[in-house]
């Protein structure tokens, strides 16, 4: 239930950026590296890059920006704790001349398989609104982490074998 | 021979050529086998739930080797005196730590025979994971020093008690005491104690490194904290089997 609430809050923050997005004083960019893998799956990583333009004619301060991840498979719609996936969660920039931008990478661990939006939002010191980039989508491929097909002989295979050894050696021995 | 030499050989001898020895290395590999067994349904897991069962196998791995250390241990010296052997032992020109030492030559083959058997397994669940090598790695150089702390520690109550059965028991309760951070989480061990017992408890030490390593992926310079919990409970239980072996009524 909370993570739903939170998927609503964020969605809602998201949908109120864009209506404000003509008088946002900055304007955000988004755009995945081009080596990123084309079908990537869970243990890859992914980089996105985004540049923060002051698109208005006053000077912002105490910019915070920050990457925000999305599950949207039908039925597991819930933002994702970055915890495991990134440890480049936020930048800060104290000042941003009117024109002037900057630029951060976002590198992201494929820990889960599924479809997923990452945002880019930022929080200005004194607008009333989110601003936020645009979404790039992705999806992540499952990998089998535990295969039948490993542990079977080995969890089989081992103790029969030490099971031959034993009856080898106590036969030798009598 | 060097004499340490010649009582390890003969100790890892009857380990290996005994249907007792190789019995405790088939029920290990059971323990083992049906441990991944469970995991097979399990095809869903994330990549850190797969780290997360690296790490449960490491910790599995490191309590059956605390245990097999526990039963040799015990047996050591008080095994020596129920079966009447003990003092031709002693009237060898053999030193207290010399003797320790050689008995400690057996627990370290039955080790060494555990960590490889226990190679397959790793791979076996961890091979499409992250941090296969480290797992591997870190088992040796944190499981080791717990492990022949186990050993030294029953040693050490073997040679006190003179009794198989009662150095055993007080070697499980301990065994029992230390290793279970394996059942009580880390978020059930943030109490001023629980942090106390983390801090000084080498089960633990090797825990929340194979945690730090293999699930954070975190580099040794920040276990070097907790390595040297392990070698200080390796140096404090090697002196106590000394102690003990020096100070033992026969």
């Known amino acids: 239930m909370k993570r739903i609430m939170s ?4 969605l809602g923050a998201l949908l109120g950026a864009g209506s404000a997005w003509a008088d946002a004083p900055v304007q955000i960019t988004l755009t995945p590296d081009s080596h990123n893998p084309a ?4 243990g890859d990583w992914l980089k996105f890059h985004s540049v923060i333009k002051n698109t208005s004619s006053q000077p912002v301060s105490g910019l915070v920006v920050w990457i925000s991840l ?31 931008s900057f630029s951060v990478d976002w590198p992201i661990r494929l820990i889960q398989a599924g479809n997923y939006r990452v ?54 021995r009598m | 021979m060097n004499p340490i030499i010649l009582i390890a050989s003969k100790e890892s001898g009857e380990l290996l050529g005994s249907g007792r020895g190789l019995g405790w290395l088939l029920a290990l590999s059971v323990i083992l086998s049906v441990l991944a ?3 097979v349904s399990n095809t869903e897991l994330s990549l850190l739930d797969n780290a997360q069962v690296v790490y449960m196998v490491m910790g599995t791995i490191t309590a059956l080797g605390g245990l097999l250390a526990l039963v040799l241990g015990s047996d050591a010296i008080a095994g020596e005196k129920e079966r009447g052997t003990l ?16 008995k400690m030559g057996g627990q370290v083959v039955a080790w060494v025979l555990m960590y490889a058997l226990s190679l397959p397994y790793l791979w076996a669940v961890g091979s499409s994971g992250q941090n296969l090598v480290q797992a591997i790695a870190y088992l040796a150089l944190f499981g080791t020093p717990v492990v022949l702390g186990f050993g030294f520690y029953a040693i050490g109550l073997s040679a006190r008690f003179g009794n198989v059965r009662t150095a055993l028991l007080a070697a499980l ?35 929340n490194t ?16 907790r390595f040297s919990v392990t070698l200080i409970w390796l140096a404090l239980t090697l002196w106590f089997a000394r102690r003990s072996a020096q100070a033992m009524e026969i």
Request: net charge positive; aromatic share 6%.
């Open chain 1, 119 to 172: 945002v880019i939002s930022a929080a200005e010191r004194t607008a009333s609104t989110l601003l936020a980039s645009p979404f790039a989508d992705f999806h992540v491929e499952r990998k089998p982490t535990i295969e039948s097909k490993r542990i079977l002989p080995v969890a089989l295979g081992m103790p029969l074998l030490i099971a031959a050894f034993t009856a080898r050696r106590l036969r030798r």
């Open chain 2, 37 to 39: 067994l469970l995991l």
């Open chain 2, 87 to 102: 003092i031709p032992l002693l009237l060898t020109p053999l030193t207290t730590t010399q003797m320790v030492l050689g």
């Open chain 2, 210 to 225: 194979f945690d730090s390593v293999v699930i954070d992926s975190q580099p040794f310079s920040m276990q070097l904290g």
């Open chain 1, 39 to 42: 079908q990537p799956k869970m």
């Open chain 1, 7 to 10: 998927l609503f809050v964020l």
């Open chain 2, 173 to 207: 309760i301990t065994l029992m005491l230390l290793a279970s951070p394996l059942l009580i989480g880390p978020s059930l061990r943030q109490s001023t104690l629980g942090k106390l017992f983390d801090m000084v408890n080498p089960f633990s030490a090797a825990l």
């Open chain 1, 70 to 100: 999305v599950q949207v498979d039908p039925g597991k719609e819930q933002p994702v704790d970055l915890e495991d996936w990134s440890a480049h969660k936020a930048a800060l920039q104290p000042s941003l001349a009117p024109g002037q």
